[in-house]
């Protein structure tokens, strides 16, 4: 099984900055990387999908780059309704398996 | 507009063997490239990825958990069927169905549903 690593696990900033989310594979995966947005309560939502791609209706703060096994999501100005968990998912291969997320509050 | 909601049992006891299902709308999986997962969230935990559905009905399983789960679809009634035998207060969790299209030979998951929420407890 591919393994993701994500980190921080956690992180706090403050409105207006920029937050960067990095996650490992551990083995190549080219760019079938997906970020989800989970907030509490709701289901997670799709944000990017082939590891740089904004899904439709996502606001363009939101951002993601990289490939094979390095991979960064960027909130470039963080806004309170950003307040979520945050997942990285490869679909390279199956079993498809997802990061431990990073929770991200306001300072 | 694709939604997906799970129903099923709050409580389940140990031992006991849990049945979900997924039932959804805004496509069919009759059609080639369409698929359904499971996936839970034990509380404070990170999503785990349960379990895969094709549209030619072929069947994929989390490694670890692949002799406890089977899952099953019927198209006619737009539904997907989870069930897990022998289940302990570990598998304790908010069981959500999501879709994900086959392109290229890759699983590309997008929309979920927002989860039930399954205790095990005697």
């Known amino acids: 099984d591919i393994q993701m690593t994500q980190s921080p696990s956690s992180l706090s900033a403050s409105v207006g900055d920029r937050v960067t989310i990095t996650c490992q594979a551990s083995q190549d995966i080219s760019n079938y990387l997906n970020w989800f947005q989970q907030i509490p309560g709701q289901a997670p939502k799709l944000l990017i999908y082939?590891?740089?791609d904004l899904e439709p209706g996502v606001p363009s703060r939101f951002s993601g780059s990289g490939s094979g096994t390095d991979f960064t999501f960027t909130i470039t100005s963080l806004q309170p309704d950003d307040i979520a968990t945050y997942y990285c998912?490869?679909?390279?291969?199956?079993?498809?398996?997802f990061g431990g997320g990073t929770r991200v509050q306001i300072k | 507009q694709v939604t997906l909601r799970e129903s099923g049992p709050a409580l389940v006891k140990p031992t006991q063997t849990l049945t979900l299902t997924c039932t959804f709308s805004?496509?069919?999986?009759?059609?080639?490239?369409?698929?359904v997962n499971w996936i839970r969230q034990p509380p404070g935990k990170a999503l785990e990825w349960l379990a895969l559905i094709d549209w030619d009905d072929n069947k994929y399983y989390n490694t670890s958990l692949k002799t406890r789960l089977t899952i099953s679809k019927d198209t006619s009634k737009n539904q997907v069927v989870l069930t897990v035998i022998n289940m302990d207060p570990v598998d304790t969790a908010t069981y959500h169905c999501a879709r994900a299209i086959r392109g290229q030979g890759k699983y590309y998951m997008d929309v979920w549903g927002k989860g039930t929420t399954v205790t095990v407890s005697s």
């Open positions: 998912q490869q679909y390279d291969r199956l079993p498809l398996t």
């Open positions: 082939d590891a740089s």
């Open positions: 805004g496509f069919s999986l009759s059609t080639s490239g369409m698929c």
